[in-house]
Nanobody, 117 residues
Framework: QMQLVESGGGAVHPGESLTLSCAAS????????MGWLRQATGKHREFVAQ???????TYADSMKARCTISRDDAKNTVYLQMNSLRPEDTAVYYC???????????WGQGTQVTVSS
């Protein structure tokens, strides 16, 4: 079964950029839809971005112009580049994998992103 480990989170100032990484192990991400979701304190987990096995990307409206998801199947790794970060982007960011449409089957432990002055 697939295990996912996120890294790259941290504290940044508004307007700055951050790139998150998600390292998969246990199985290949090849053929698996990969994505990022986030959860801010007091809020439900929400979708951020995803990329299909063949490279089709989807983004949340709030992230479309500021976010790029990518995958490197050879490295078994998924990335999330975030630009122009805002305080409201503060959340725990989770990497996820899905083998079926509309479902997330595998989850990482999350990495904290804090955007503040």
């Amino acid at each position: 079964q697939m295990q996912l480990v996120e890294s790259g989170g941290g504290a940044v100032h508004p307007g700055e950029s951050l790139t998150l990484s998600c390292a998969a192990s246990g199985s290949s991400i090849g053929g698996v839809r990969m994505g990022w979701l986030r959860q801010a304190t007091g809020k439900h987990r929400e979708f951020v971005a995803q990329i299909t096995y063949d490279g089709i990307t989807t983004y949340a409206d709030s992230m479309k112009a500021r976010c790029t998801i990518s995958r490197d199947d050879a490295k078994n790794t998924v990335y999330l580049q975030m630009n122009s970060l805002r305080p409201e982007d503060t959340a725990v960011y989770y990497c996820a994998g899905g083998r079926y449409i509309g479902n997330w089957n595998y989850w990482g432990q999350g990495t904290q992103v804090t955007v503040s002055s």
